[in-house]
């Protein structure tokens, strides 16, 4: 068994998975608009982790431009991963955020900003007190544009943290994999739970 919660899983050593998605509220809790595609005509998606999925959701949910979000797990092995077992440690995934937004009202640029400015991207497997491979700062891209602007977008803001006395940025920057959607209490936690926890915290920088 697979037991380093702070070291990614080959593929091999990944849990099973299974073959039946998760079932999902048809609205978002907040917006009242589909949690699923499809969306809109025009409508694009952007997938980022950024620690613990709760507070991260809730940070683009509020801004302009944004249609919908939705919380899940991307970037591993396992098929329609259960919170438990993405916390494991044994499939590889990472906790992220579905943002469905209007690039007509909000930029992939504007999201990079929030994205890089609202938590720390320097700590490797964790984001605060919360440690294991599913709290990785990642951005995963589904055009080469998406990956010029968000390695750009690194590296200035590299330059940013060097000067305040940071290490060097940890975000992988991948091509968008498949996102599999978490369970239905995880959607908008922090909206139906005001006072839960929130392990988000940027670098002021």
Not at 13 to 42: C, I, W, Y
Not at 62 to 76: H, I, K, P, R
Not at 78 to 84: D, H, M, S, V
Not at 89 to 118: K, R
């Amino acid at each position: 068994m697979f037991l380093d919660k702070t070291a990614l899983p080959t593929k091999e050593q990944a849990l099973a998975g299974r073959n039946e998605s998760m079932v999902v509220p048809s609205a978002h809790a907040v917006k009242q608009t589909p949690l699923q595609a499809p969306f809109p005509d025009g409508v694009q998606i952007a997938l980022f982790g950024l620690g613990c999925f709760w507070g991260a959701e809730r940070k683009f949910w509020l801004l302009e431009g944004v249609y919908s979000t939705a919380v899940g797990y991307a970037a591993g092995f396992t098929p329609n991963p259960t919170y438990e077992e993405v916390c494991s440690g044994q499939t590889g995934h990472n906790e992220v955020v579905l943002v469905a937004y209007d690039p007509l009202i909000i930029s992939y640029d504007e999201l990079l900003a929030v994205f890089w400015s609202c938590h720390n991207p320097t700590q490797g497997m964790q984001q605060g007190n919360d440690k294991g491979t599913q709290y990785r700062s990642g951005v995963y891209c589904s055009t080469e544009d998406e990956t010029s602007l968000a390695e750009q977008t690194k590296t200035a803001y590299q330059k940013r943290l060097t000067n305040q006395g940071y290490p060097a940025i940890t975000t992988e920057i991948l091509p968008m994999p498949r996102f599999y959607y978490a369970e239905s209490y995880h959607q908008q936690y922090l909206a139906k739970n005001p006072s839960g926890y929130c392990g988000l915290g940027g670098t002021g920088v």
